[in-house]
């Protein structure tokens, strides 16, 4: 089946930028997703990128796919202490039912 | 209310006990989802309602039960469970068939089994 990969912990200074990796495992994936969790909370989706797409911007977030590699990364540009929180990366291919999760990255941004 | 709202937020339940835990949307979605969420486990799903089909996951214990009574409300009904059952349970709903299909998920229901 489908899995995908995440590094567990992350950790960045104020003002920085932040880089979290993802890697899939079934080429057919149509959307790729990040979604974050802060503490207490449910998921709460930030971006996505249709497959036939390299890169997207969003004000302090840029998604990149890299197809052939099957490895997609959310860069947060100046990152705060308030982007502190649970990221995950999460992939579905159209017409079928599940998407798949990644295990979650923990960003921790230092003062 | 917008969005899709869980209660409760938080439920103790022993193990002989019967409880249920609740979702609502209020986005018009098509399809509606529970998601069990353990430590350092990938999100697990386990049951899907989408235009009146349930699909589920063949690993989910019976003691799990899903009910769907219209588009906009899901109920997980949950009964002798075990502790390591305890687990944060989040609800989610999409629109099958538009656009990319991103999930809209609740806060949460926080489970404890003593």
């Known amino acids: 089946g489908e899995d995908v990969e995440q590094s567990l912990f992350l950790s960045v200074r104020e003002g920085d930028s932040s880089v979290i990796n993802c890697t899939y495992t079934?080429?057919?994936?149509?959307?790729l997703y990040w979604y974050k969790q802060e503490p207490g909370a449910g998921l709460q989706l930030l971006t996505y990128?249709?497959?036939?797409?390299d890169m997207k911007q969003d004000q302090r977030l840029t998604v990149l796919l890299n197809k052939k590699d099957k490895h997609l990364s959310l860069r947060i540009a100046d990152t705060q202490t308030g982007d502190s929180a649970i990221y995950f990366c999460?992939?579905?291919?159209?017409?079928?039912?599940?998407?798949?999760f990644g295990i979650g990255t923990k960003l921790q941004v230092i003062p | 209310e917008t969005g899709v709202t869980q209660t409760p937020r938080h439920l103790v339940m022993g193990m002989t006990n019967k409880k249920s835990l609740k979702c609502e949307q209020h986005l018009g979605h098509n399809a509606m989802y529970w998601y069990k969420q353990s430590a350092k486990k990938p999100l697990e799903l386990m049951f899907v309602?989408?235009?009146?089909?349930?699909?589920e996951n063949n690993s989910v214990p019976s003691r799990f039960s899903p009910e769907c009574p219209n588009s906009s409300h899901l109920f997980l009904h949950l009964h002798t469970l075990q502790p390591e059952d305890s687990a944060l349970y989040l609800c989610?709903?999409?629109?099958?068939?538009?656009?990319?299909?991103?999930?809209?998920f609740g806060e949460g229901s926080r489970l404890t089994v003593l």
């Open positions: 990128i249709f497959s036939n797409m």
């Open positions: 309602y989408s235009l009146e089909e349930r699909v």
């Open positions: 999460a992939v579905i291919r159209v017409g079928y039912q599940k998407v798949t």
């Open positions: 989610a709903s999409s629109q099958r068939g538009q656009g990319a299909g991103e999930l809209f």
């Open positions: 079934d080429s057919s994936s149509t959307y």
